[in-house]
């Protein structure tokens, strides 16, 4: 069974930083995409950030970039957000999912997900 878990959150203060970790295990195939999506107490789901099996496919979110950076290890299974300058706006849960594939896109079907970390950002 495919198992997907995120690490890293926590309660910062605005303008500060934080990485965000993902481990994927148990995929059959060797290449997958991975991504980053968030949800905030009454809002929609939204997609964040993902990267493809090549670190040069990446996607930001445009309330996100340029304050945010994403990358894998492949070695490790493990995806990472780096985020800087955050806002109380970044206050959310963040998931990570993973499907395979050699590209990604945020509105693409990602068939294994985390339980979420949450963050806190305050003012």
């Known amino acids: 069974q495919v198992q997907v878990v995120e690490s890293g959150g926590g309660l910062v203060q605005a303008g500060e930083s934080l990485r965000l970790s993902c481990t994927v295990s148990g995929l059959t195939s060797d290449d997958y995409a991975m991504g980053w999506f968030r949800q905030a107490p009454g809002k929609e789901r939204e997609g964040v950030s993902c990267?493809?099996?090549?670190?040069?496919?990446?996607y930001y979110a445009d309330s996100v970039k340029g304050r945010i950076t994403i990358s894998r290890d492949n070695a490790k299974n493990t995806l990472y957000l780096q985020m800087n300058s955050l806002k109380p706006e970044d206050t959310a849960t963040y998931y990570c999912a993973a499907e395979p594939g050699w590209a990604c896109r945020l509105d693409m079907e990602y068939d294994s997900w985390g339980q979420g970390a949450q963050l806190t950002v305050s003012s």
């Open positions: 990267i493809g099996w090549s670190a040069g496919d990446t």
